[in-house]
């Protein structure tokens, strides 16, 4: 009896071991969690992370949006706007968090408007090249502005922000989707001139 109460003690054990375990699993990155098949470039750990250039480029919302777009949005860091980090002023006039738990942003400056978004912490991993930039303007962003929820928020406040160049898509009627599908993702920094 003592010999049946201490092999169903270890089953327990392992059991609930193995439930940590998978659990542990479930609560990683991955790309159906963050992002699908762009996760790693939206989250910048994809191979390709060490090539971009950190040094911000100073541009405009509608610089970017004149670049000739590759098309869909590709799987690979294989464009020269996809290797720089960028730096424009913008007005962000809404936000809301997107099915991933990240902030998605709607920049604006001169008619021209374009998305830029801050990953979710959760869904940086290891490898994300400049992760601690990252989460701090994730943090500042919610501390300054207010917490992002699922429905689109107002803001109107002024920003510098600086990303790393992505194409997402091109859907028309989407708020902020820029013409040629440039974005600023992932955000790497955030400096605030007025409204926050």
Not at 44 to 56: E, L
Not at 78 to 89: A, D, G, I, K, N
């Amino acid at each position: 009896m003592k010999r049946i109460a201490i092999f169903a003690l270890l089953l327990f054990a392992a059991g609930a071991a193995a439930a940590v375990a998978a659990g542990n699993r479930a609560a990683s990155p991955s790309a159906s969690r963050c992002g699908g098949l762009t996760w790693r470039l939206k989250t910048f750990s994809d191979t390709r992370r060490g090539q971009v250039s950190m040094a911000p480029q100073s541009t405009t919302i509608g610089a970017i949006r004149l670049r000739r777009g590759p098309g869909r949005p590709p799987l690979r860091r294989t464009t020269s706007y996809q290797l720089h980090t960028w730096e424009v002023p913008a007005q962000i006039t809404s936000y809301r968090l997107d099915a991933t738990g990240s902030v998605r942003l709607v920049l604006y400056d001169d008619t021209a408007y374009i998305n830029a978004v801050i990953p979710s912490p959760s869904c940086l991993s290891s490898k994300t090249r400049d992760r601690a930039d990252i989460v701090a303007a994730w943090h500042l962003f919610v501390d300054k502005c207010g917490r992002a929820t699922v429905n689109w928020q107002s803001l109107g406040a002024i920003f510098f922000v600086r990303g790393i160049g992505f194409w997402g898509s091109r859907a028309a009627g989407s708020r902020g989707t820029a013409p040629n599908g440039a974005e600023l993702h992932p955000v790497t920094g955030l400096r605030v001139i007025a409204g926050c």
